[in-house]
Each structure stands twice: as C-alpha cells, then as structure tokens.
C-alpha cells in the first residue's frame, strides 16, 4: 500500500483558509428572494425597502442596501419571501441586525436575524 499523499486538488494551498469556526446553525441558500424591509421603530427613522436577497436561510436574510441607517442591533419588520402580487400572503416578522459588511461602492450587506413571527389579528398579512 502507497503512503498517504495530498493530491494538488486538495493540497493548503488550493483549499480555502478558514478564519473561524463556522458560526452558522442553517445551511445558505443563494437564490435572490425579494425581502420587505422596515424599521420597528419609525421615529427614529421611517423607511421602507424592497430588495433581492443575496443569500438567505431559515432564520436569516443578507441583503445590499444603499441605506445608511441600518445600525448593528438595529430591530426591523422583515417579510419574507415578499411579493406585492394581488392576494399575496406575506409573513411579516421582528428581527435585528446581525452585521454590516462594506460592499464598496456605498452598498452595505445588511445580516439579519429573524427573531419571531408577528401576528396581527390573524397569523398572515394579506396584501
């Protein structure tokens, strides 16, 4: 039996480093999914955006924003997936601001932990 050897496909140099233990519970998925958001508190500062996702996952959504309001901590109302079709049923829920990331160009990545449902009367928001 040969020696164990690294083959170049697999070699330190070609595999990425890792800069950390990976952090995250659920799985990325990558496909652009519309989001609704909004911040929970409105008198600090009223907005209210549409944008694709740049990668999403059972609890979370990452997305680029133009906005420079968003802050670390930061409670929002999220919909997600969101449409604005007629008859739309779109799920609102509270989550907070993870982490802003500095895409260049005066686009933010905007990380987004989904906390929990809101209900409001009944458990969807029709549109």
């Known amino acids: 039996m040969e020696p164990f050897q690294l083959s ?13 233990p ?25 907005f209210d955006e549409i944008l694709p996702t740049l990668n999403t996952s059972r609890d ?28 739309s049923i779109n799920r609102e829920s509270l989550g907070k601001v993870v982490r802003i990331d500095d895409l260049g160009h005066g686009r933010r990545g905007v990380a987004v932990e989904i906390l929990m449902p809101v209900y409001l009367g009944g458990k969807e928001t029709l549109k």
Do not use: I, W
């Open 8 to 20: 170049a496909v697999c070699s330190l140099s070609t595999m990425a480093r890792l800069t950390g």
């Open 22 to 46: 990976e952090r995250r519970r659920k799985s990325r998925l990558r496909l652009p999914q519309t989001v609704r958001v909004r911040p929970s508190d409105a008198h600090l500062h009223d």
């Open 60 to 87: 979370s959504v990452y997305f680029a924003s133009k906005n420079e309001f968003y802050k670390e901590g930061m409670r929002l109302f999220v919909t997600y997936p969101y449409s604005d079709e007629l008859g």
